[in-house]
C-alpha cells in the first residue's frame, strides 16, 4: 500500500455543485436565490401558513362556536367497573389513591362516578362528583358515596 492506490472512503466524496463560491464557479453571485425579496436574504424563515401575501386559509374561514376555558373534565367511572374490582381484589373503600392504583384514574383527574351497571357490596366510595343513580345505587347497598 502506497500514497498511489489511496482512495477516500466510500460515500465521503459527495457529487454537489457547491453555491457561493465565487463568479467562476457558475454558482456565484445569487447563489441560485434570484434577485431581491425576502427569499433572497439571510435568515428568511416563512411563517406557517403564510401565502405570499393572500389573506390566509386558516384567516378566510369563519370561525364558529364557543371554548369555555373554565370547564372542568371529569374521568366517568362506572358502578359495574367498581363492582368488578370488588369480585377481583376484594376492594370495598375506593378512595383517589385506590382507583389511581387499579388504572382507573390519573393523578390530575377529577372523577365522577356514573350508573352504568349493578352494584352487589357495600361500598365507602370518595369522589369529586357522583350521578343520582350511581349515588342511589351505593346508598341503596348501605354504601356511603362522599363527595370530595
Known amino acids: 500500500?502506497?500514497?498511489s492506490n489511496l482512495k477516500p472512503a466510500e460515500g465521503s466524496i459527495k457529487n454537489r455543485k457547491r453555491i457561493g463560491r465565487g463568479q467562476g464557479s457558475g454558482r456565484g453571485g445569487t447563489s441560485t436565490r434570484g434577485h431581491k425579496g425576502a427569499k433572497s436574504r439571510s435568515g428568511y424563515?416563512?411563517?406557517i401558513g403564510f401565502e405570499g401575501g393572500q389573506m390566509p386559509l386558516y384567516r378566510r374561514i369563519p370561525k364558529g362556536g364557543f371554548k369555555n376555558i373554565n370547564r372542568k373534565e371529569y374521568r366517568g367511572i362506572n358502578i359495574?367497573?367498581?363492582q368488578k374490582l370488588v369480585d377481583e381484589k376484594n376492594i370495598t373503600v375506593f378512595n383517589l389513591n385506590v382507583l389511581?392504583?387499579?388504572g382507573l384514574a390519573q393523578k390530575n383527574d377529577l372523577i365522577k362516578i356514573l350508573g352504568?351497571?349493578?352494584l352487589k357490596t357495600k361500598l365507602e366510595v370518595e369522589a369529586h362528583g357522583f350521578s343520582k343513580t350511581a349515588q342511589e345505587a351505593i346508598e341503596q347497598q348501605g354504601g356511603?358515596?362522599?363527595k370530595i
Request: aromatic share 0%.
Open 80 to 82: 359495574d367497573a367498581l
Open 1 to 3: 500500500m502506497d500514497l
Open 45 to 47: 424563515k416563512r411563517k
Open 144 to 146: 356511603v358515596a362522599t
Open 100 to 102: 389511581i392504583e387499579n
Open 116 to 118: 352504568r351497571g349493578e
